[in-house]
């Protein structure tokens, strides 16, 4: 975040000399608070998850996201589910069982698999959250305006926590003067470049012009992309359930967006 950041604070600079329309207070407080639960609190909850569960499982229990966001439109909004929207948010749950259960009957020591579970739960729900709003603000505020300001109040939370934690372990210069290690610098700037920075401003921009139900059916390759790429750079194992268990929770999205439910406008649903 911190290699990040600069990038979000120079397009925040450049969006508000060119954009003269004026905008509600609540539109900045409401992505502030997106921000900090869309990026900051979700990627805390799921790399707490990664510490006891495999790249492939946590992909898989995440991608339920596109699900969630129906039922939060259904709980909050009262956007009705029909029998084939349930039908198809079912079959997606079953093939999360059936990935959840091949890697459960093979660990010797569960309870830490569950904690690990039930924490990247909670990044797709909070997740789940953030869609919903996005799909709200995107519209008024223009994709890369909310981006950078969601990404700039998920920046400010990721530091806090960090100094907090750091100086509560370790002292302030301790937390202050931190080295990163020199072998995995390049690994960090590709993160913050490749999977921060430009994915950011595709995901919103990508919403804006085709919605968020094309938008989950292209991410399907999400789950699938990252199954192979755990077990092939990873090096983790890949079960026949998780490879069945993917196809369910792949063909449940891909028909919950096929049944006509839209996460990115909750009233016009």
């Not at 975040?1 to 450049?14: E, K």
């Not at 926590?161 to 002292?171: A, C, D, E, F, K």
């Not at 919103?204 to 992309?225: E, H, Q, Y």
Request: charged fraction near 10%; glycine fraction near 8%; proline fraction near 4%.
């Amino acid at each position: 975040m911190l290699l990040s950041l600069p990038l979000y604070i120079l397009m925040l600079l450049y969006l508000k000399k060119r954009n003269a329309q004026p905008l509600k207070k609540s539109h900045y407080i409401w992505a502030i608070a997106l921000g900090l639960l869309g990026y900051y609190l979700s990627s805390l909850f799921d790399f707490i998850g990664l510490q006891y569960v495999s790249a492939g499982i946590e992909r898989i229990i995440l991608f339920i996201y596109p699900t969630l966001a129906v039922l939060i439109n259904f709980w909050i909004f009262k956007v009705p589910i029909t029998k084939k929207q349930w039908l198809a948010i079912s079959i997606t749950y079953i093939g999360i069982a059936i990935a959840y259960w091949g890697e459960f009957s093979h660990l010797p020591n569960t309870s830490n698999f569950v904690f690990g579970s039930i924490m990247v739960l909670l990044c797709g729900i909070t997740y789940a959250f953030y869609l919903v709003g996005t799909g709200k603000l995107v519209p008024l505020m223009g994709s890369s305006l909310y981006t950078s300001i969601a990404m700039l109040a998920a920046s400010v939370g990721i530091f806090s926590h960090y100094l907090v934690r750091s100086i509560y372990s370790n002292g302030f210069m301790n937390a202050i003067s931190y080295q990163i290690p020199t072998n995995i610098v390049w690994y960090i700037v590709g993160l913050a470049l490749f999977a921060t920075v430009i994915p950011s401003f595709l995901l919103s921009s990508g919403m804006k012009r085709i919605g968020s139900n094309d938008l989950a059916i292209i991410t399907s390759i999400g789950p699938v992309s990252t199954l192979f790429q755990a077990n092939f750079i990873l090096k983790e194992p890949l079960l026949w359930q998780q490879a069945i268990g993917t196809a369910f929770v792949i063909a449940g999205v891909v028909l919950v967006q096929k049944f006509g439910v839209n996460t990115t406008h909750p009233e016009n649903a």
